[in-house]
Structures are given as structure tokens and as C-alpha cells.
């Protein structure tokens, strides 16, 4: 398949969890602050079995007082580093998949929350470099 749509918050996580449990190099994050708290609970047995795995896993995310403490509990699996300035919800991984969310999560019920899935090698590689550029600039949580 090239391309899908999920539909609702819990399947998209669904799905996320599976691009991570098959992810084979990289998995590459970038959330809202609230998304940040739903990572740790939906994500964090994923992210601790891709770790162990050799799987570098980075996530930037605005870090707040209300989150500080979910950025560092991810810190053990991950490589979190604080977004600023920028909203955007997605994810790739082994710079072939790409998952985006078309919503905003802070005004969006989560039963109608949407995800777009992609399978384009062409497309991740040109998104996770841009990601990398605003990557470097941004301060990392430990």
C-alpha cells in the first residue's frame, strides 16, 4: 500500500505503534505538548522495545512546566528535544513512512481526530531533512 487514512485518536495510535514496532533504523517525532503526555502512555512500551533494538528514536515537542517531567520519562528511550515556535503533528520512520495528523489536537474531539499515512521513500527523506535542519537548533531535555 502507498497511502491510507485513519480516522479517530486510538487508531492512529494503533497504527503508529505498528510503523514503531516495525521500524528497523529511525522513528522520528514531532508533537504538541499534550501530544507529547499521550505519547508516553499510548507509545512507551513501542519506544522501550525499539531501543533496545538498536532503533534511534528522536521527539521534539513544546516542553512545558506541565510536561517537563513526561519529556524527561521519555529522555530514557529517546532523544526529546523542545519544539518552539512550531505546531505540527507527525512522524517517520526509517525515512520511508510518514504519518501526519491533519487536526489540531487541542480543538479536535479525539473520535475525530485524522491521520494520513504514507509509504514514499521520496517524500520522508525531503521531510525528516527539513526536520533536521529545525532539529539542530533545538534545545535537548535530560
Not at 497511502?3 to 503508529?16: D, E
Not at 516542553?63 to 519529556?71: D, G, L
Amino acid at each position: 500500500d502507498l497511502s491510507g487514512s485513519l480516522r479517530g485518536r486510538q487508531n492512529i495510535y494503533n497504527h503508529l505503534d505498528m510503523m514503531i514496532r516495525d521500524a528497523e533504523k529511525t522513528v522520528t517525532i514531532v508533537t504538541t505538548a499534550e501530544g507529547l503526555n499521550r505519547k508516553l502512555e499510548a507509545l512507551m512500551p513501542s519506544f522501550e522495545k525499539a531501543r533496545k533494538r538498536k532503533i534511534i528514536i528522536r521527539i521534539a515537542a513544546p516542553i512545558t512546566q506541565a510536561n517537563v517531567k513526561i519529556a524527561k520519562e521519555l529522555a530514557k528511550v529517546a532523544e526529546v528535544r523542545n519544539l518552539e515556535g512550531m505546531k505540527a503533528r507527525f512522524t517517520i520512520v526509517d525515512s520511508n513512512q510518514v504519518m501526519f495528523m491533519l487536526l489540531d489536537d487541542e480543538t479536535t474531539h479525539p473520535n475525530y481526530d485524522i491521520g494520513v499515512w504514507i509509504n514514499t521513500p521520496f517524500f520522508a527523506r525531503t521531510l525528516e531533512q527539513l526536520f533536521e535542519l529545525a532539529w539542530q537548533k533545538m534545545k535537548q531535555v535530560k
